[in-house]
C-alpha cells in the first residue's frame, strides 16, 4: 500500500503497520485505517497519560460499536427525539411523544431515543422496539435504560457525552425535542450550533409543546431577544428550527424536508445537492439569482455523479444540483433545500 503523510515516523515501524492493515484490511480504506493504528502508537510515543488514554480508547470502542450497531439500518430514514426523562406517562408531554413516535414509524421511519425513561421511553413505546434504537447513557442519578430497549440489539451504551452526541447528530436525519433539562437544552443549542456552522447535515429540527404549552415559545422569545437583537444570530438562523403544539405538524416537517431532496457531498469543491428531481434550467437560473449571497461564483447547474461519487457507490440513482457555496451561508442552504422541495420539476 502506499504510505499516507502521517505516519510513526519510524520507517521500519510504518511498514509493519501497514502489513498489518494489508493482512487485516486488504485496499478498502487502508490509508485510513492505517491512520487510526498510527494515532494509537503516537500516543504511545506522547507517552500520554492512562486517564487520557482510557478515554480515547473507551471514545474509539463506543464509537465503533455504534458505527456497527447502526450499519444495517443506513438507509432508513430516522428521527432523534429528545427531552426530558423524568415525564412522567401521564404527563401530556409523554403522550405527545408517543404520537409523534408513533406517526412517524407509520411513515417507515424509524426512531432515535436516549433509552432512558421520561420522553425517551414514551418515544419507543410509540414507535414500538422494532423500529427504536436506544442511545443510551450511564449516569449515577438518572434510572435505568428503559425496558422496553434493555435487551434490544439496537441499544447502545455510552460513558461519554460527546461520543452519544456524536452517535445522535451522524444517524439521525431529523430532530424533535420536546421540554426538558439541562440536557435537553443543550441538546437543542448544540444541534443548532453544529447545522449553522456546518457541522452536521442540514435537518429538520423542530421544537414540540403541547398545546398551551409555553415551554418552547418562552425559550425563543429568549432567543429573539438576547441574541437576535444584538445581532449574536440572524434571522436566517432561526429558520433553522421550527415551533409546534402539532404532532401531525410535527411529522410534516420531518417528512417534508425530504420529498425532494435526499442529500449533499462536497466533490472537488463544488457542493453538490442530491434529489429525487432537479428542477429545470429555467427554475435554476431563478435559484441562482435568489441565493446569490451563497452562489460563491458562477451559477447552480444540473451535475452528473462524479468520479468519486461512482467510486463510492453514493446514491448514483439521484439527480444532482452543484455550486461553488459559500460556506458562510447554511442557514440559507436550509432555505435552498426548502425551494428545491418546492419546485421538483424536471429538466427540461
Not at 111 to 116: L, N, P, Q, Y
Not at 280 to 285: F, G, Q, Y
Request: negative net charge; glycine residues 6%.
Amino acid at each position: 500500500m502506499k504510505l499516507p503523510r502521517y505516519r510513526t515516523g519510524d520507517a521500519a515501524l510504518d511498514q509493519v503497520v501497514a502489513a498489518l492493515v494489508e493482512r487485516t484490511a486488504g485496499e478498502r480504506d487502508a490509508d485510513l485505517i492505517f491512520e487510526l493504528i498510527v494515532t494509537a502508537v503516537r500516543l504511545a510515543r506522547d507517552h500520554a497519560d492512562r486517564g487520557d488514554l482510557k478515554m480515547a480508547n473507551a471514545a474509539l470502542k463506543e464509537m465503533r460499536y455504534a458505527f456497527h450497531v447502526f450499519e444495517p439500518y443506513r438507509a432508513q430514514r430516522k428521527v432523534a427525539i429528545f427531552g426530558s426523562a423524568r415525564t412522567q406517562p401521564d404527563d401530556p408531554l409523554y403522550q405527545q411523544a408517543r404520537r409523534l413516535a408513533r406517526a412517524v414509524a407509520a411513515r417507515d421511519w424509524m426512531v432515535i431515543t436516549g433509552a432512558g425513561p421520561g420522553i425517551m421511553e414514551a418515544g419507543i413505546e410509540g414507535a414500538g422496539s422494532d423500529r427504536a434504537f436506544g442511545v443510551s447513557i450511564r449516569l449515577p442519578f438518572e434510572a435505568a435504560t428503559s425496558q422496553l430497549v434493555a435487551d434490544d440489539p439496537k441499544l447502545v451504551n455510552f460513558r461519554y457525552f460527546f461520543t452519544r452526541k456524536v452517535t445522535f447528530v451522524k444517524e439521525a436525519d431529523a430532530f424533535v425535542l420536546l421540554p426538558g433539562g439541562f440536557g435537553t437544552l443543550d441538546e437543542a443549542f448544540e444541534l443548532l450550533t453544529l447545522v449553522q456552522t456546518g457541522k452536521a447535515q442540514p435537518g429538520p429540527i423542530v421544537l414540540l409543546d403541547t398545546p398551551g404549552g409555553t415551554y418552547w415559545e418562552r425559550w425563543l422569545a429568549f432567543v429573539r431577544e438576547e441574541l437576535l437583537a444584538p445581532h449574536y444570530v440572524s434571522d436566517h438562523d432561526l429558520g433553522l428550527l421550527s415551533v409546534t403544539d402539532d404532532v401531525d405538524t410535527a411529522v410534516a416537517q420531518v417528512t417534508d424536508f425530504f420529498r425532494n431532496y435526499r442529500s449533499q457531498r462536497f466533490v472537488d469543491g463544488r457542493l453538490v445537492l442530491r434529489l429525487d428531481h432537479a428542477p429545470d434550467n429555467e427554475t435554476l437560473a431563478a435559484l441562482t439569482d435568489e441565493f446569490a449571497d451563497i452562489v460563491r461564483r458562477g451559477r447552480l447547474e444540473r451535475v452528473d455523479p462524479s468520479p468519486a461519487e461512482r467510486d463510492d457507490d453514493d446514491a448514483l440513482d439521484a439527480e444532482r444540483v452543484a455550486f461553488w457555496f459559500n460556506r458562510h451561508g447554511w442557514a440559507r442552504l436550509r432555505e435552498l433545500i426548502e425551494r428545491l422541495n418546492a419546485n421538483p420539476s424536471t429538466a427540461s
